[in-house]
């Protein structure tokens, strides 16, 4: 589970954004402040993993926050993820806050789907830091160090009925986590904690449209099983 703060001094967007994220299996929200004081402390003593930071706060800005947190993150040897969830649409602070290393900035009045597309982003590059593969693909770099999902944006733009971009993405990187393996649908949607009858939909239109091959496998009990892996 990935513990997520926000920092949003509007009761009414807090309330929003909190409960959009603790609809992701993956996320659940720990605590929420609306002004800056404790926030660092807060984040250091917990080890948080991910935070949703507003860029004006009554008693400080945002970008203060992130550069008080990347200074104790260096001393406490930690590392704090970023999503600017905000109304400033100023580049200089958008600029400076990728230059801190954020994962996304978002500009009020957001779409609660560009949301959940900035948590899709992080689950990517979080699934791919994580890997103990010590060699890259282009896709996997990019989409650690980019924001890039090359392999669902290479998808046409109008999806079949019951197909989500989103859970697709989820069990597209899956697949991609582990590149020599060959996954059973209960496999994925256990890492997924989701239904393996919905898992296999999505597998099986991945197949289809080309992105992922499937093999049969007969083990030496039991009935044939179908097998997924990454096309190379």
């Not at 949703?52 to 400080?60: C, V």
């Amino acid at each position: 589970m990935i513990d997520v703060v926000i920092i949003e001094d509007d009761p009414m967007v807090s309330m929003i954004t909190e409960k959009i994220i603790n609809t992701e299996k993956e996320f659940n929200v720990s605590k929420t402040f609306f002004k800056g004081e404790g926030v660092v402390d807060y984040i250091i003593e917990n080890n948080i993993e991910l935070i949703i930071l507003d860029m004006y706060l009554p008693d400080t800005e945002g970008l203060n926050i992130l550069e008080e947190l990347r200074k104790r993150e260096v001393k406490e040897n930690q590392y704090t993820n970023t999503i600017f969830v905000t109304a400033s649409n100023d580049k200089e602070h958008i600029e400076k806050a990728f230059k801190l290393g954020i994962v996304d900035y978002l500009i009020k009045p957001f779409e609660f789907e560009r949301l959940e597309e900035a948590l899709g982003r992080y689950l990517s590059k979080k699934i791919v830091s994580s890997s103990k593969k010590k060699i890259l693909t282009q896709d996997e770099l990019d989409k650690l160090y980019h924001g890039r999902n090359n392999e669902i944006n290479t998808l046409e733009n109008e999806l079949p009925k019951g197909i989500s971009e989103k859970t697709l993405e989820k069990v597209m990187n899956a697949v991609v986590s582990d590149p020599m393996k060959e996954w059973s649908s209960k496999e994925i949607a256990d890492l997924l904690e989701s239904s393996a009858v919905t898992v296999k939909k999505y597998l099986d239109y991945l197949t289809e449209i080309g992105k992922i091959k499937s093999d049969i496998s007969y083990g030496s009990v039991g009935r044939p099983e179908v097998k997924y892996k990454i096309k190379m």
